[in-house]
Nanobody, 125 residues
Framework: QVQLEDSGGGLVQAGGSLRLSCAASGRTISYYNMGWFRQAPGKEREFVAAISWIGSRTYYADSVKGRFTISRDSARNTVYLQMDSLKPEDTAVYYC??????????????????WGQGTQVTVSS
């Protein structure tokens, strides 16, 4: 079992920055691919970013590419999502997640096995 705790959300003006953290416990996440997803009111959960455990390769949704950066700190058993140049359309609850099968697509939410509780990000215009 892996427990994930998301944090770092808040209210920020458009153009601002936030850094989300996802702290894992119960098991090391060093050998797992990790992802961030978000869900806005009335919308489906959507892929934001992912990072592989081999080589820390990163993947991003087109909507956040160039503005968001995913990273991991194995020593802290933590994954981060640095969000810059935030836009009102980035407003959502953000969730981190663990995918234990390394061959499954990281962009699909239903491939993930463990989820954080979510952290609210609100961007005002």
């Amino acid at each position: 079992q892996v427990q994930l705790e998301d944090s770092g959300g808040g209210l920020v003006q458009a153009g601002g920055s936030l850094r989300l953290s996802c702290a894992a416990s119960g098991r090391t996440i060093s050998y797992y691919n990790m992802g961030w997803f978000r869900q806005a009111p009335g919308k489906e959960r959507e892929f934001v970013a992912a990072i592989s455990w081999i080589g820390s390769r990163t993947y991003y949704a087109d909507s956040v590419k160039g503005r968001f950066t995913i990273s991991r700190d194995s020593a802290r058993n933590t994954v981060y999502l640095q969000m810059d140049s935030l836009k009102p359309e980035d407003t959502a609850v953000y969730y981190c997640a663990v995918i234990t099968n390394p061959i499954q697509a990281m962009s699909r939410a239903d491939n993930y096995d463990y989820w954080g509780q979510g952290t609210q990000v609100t961007v005002s215009s």
